[in-house]
């Protein structure tokens, strides 16, 4: 699989997905990021990116140019036309649902936003969906395009180690986890649950169920009506 990013601050992204599990595998070549500067695509002599809204307002607007061009080399760099995302606050909110299901193409581009926005008509033109990470405001798309891209990632064959993967598919059947304890088997008082210390595999098994479905209840009762 192949990841676009199409930012104003590439090198915050390339930081970001150098690291850690992901950094790996894109050296191992399970898959590929590649972040691209819409400002190098701004055709007026000034490198402008923005401009004021029509019909006045607060704040400066991306302009639709830039990030149109920015899109079409991506799609000439690829030979393919990536199924393109912007993230923001008015899109559907992201869900593990919605990541397995991008994690199925070949190649998706994450438009990043900035300012108050972008002018609508490229969203029109390219964008292929809105996607929002939470009911919340940030300063630019850069975070939330990471998180969509760590969280598609992970899914990939290869990515996570095998014993990972199996938990990753039974983790999303929608309860939370169950609380975890390693050693020392007493800490600051506090012992580990003895159950967990018995070694007797059926009741460890029914006990974290159990905890998993009482947490659930307890904290997201929203999930458990899914
Ligand atoms: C995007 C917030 C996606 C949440 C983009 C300001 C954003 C966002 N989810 N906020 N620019």
């Known amino acids: 699989m192949r990841i676009d990013i199409l930012t104003l601050f590439p090198e915050m992204c390339e930081r970001v997905y150098s690291e850690s599990i992901i950094g790996r595998s894109i050296a191992k070549g399970l898959l590929e990021i590649k972040s691209h500067n819409i400002r190098d695509f701004a055709a007026n002599k000034h490198h402008n990116v923005d401009d004021t809204p029509y019909g006045g307002g607060m704040g400066m607007l991306m302009m639709a140019q830039p990030i149109y061009d920015c899109y079409m080399h991506v799609c000439e760099e690829t030979g393919a036309k990536p199924y393109l995302i912007y993230m923001s606050p008015q899109g559907k909110v992201l869900t593990q649902e919605k990541v397995k299901e991008l994690a199925k ?102 006990w974290r169920n159990e905890q998993s479905v009482k947490r659930t209840k307890e904290r997201r009762p929203d999930l458990l009506k899914k």
Do not use: F
């Open 105 to 206: 193409m070949d190649n998706i581009a994450i438009l990043c936003g900035h300012y108050e926005g972008v002018d609508e008509r490229v969203i029109e033109a390219i964008v292929d969906e809105e996607i929002s990470i939470g009911d919340y405001v940030l300063t630019g798309g850069e975070l939330p395009a990471l998180v969509l891209s760590d969280s598609v990632a992970r899914m990939l064959p290869g990515v996570l180690a095998n014993d990972e993967a199996m938990e990753k598919e039974s983790h999303y059947s929608g309860l939370l986890e169950y609380p975890q304890y390693t050693k020392p088997a007493v800490w600051n008082d506090m012992p580990v649950p003895d159950v967990l210390l018995s070694g007797h595999h059926a009741n460890i098994e029914k």
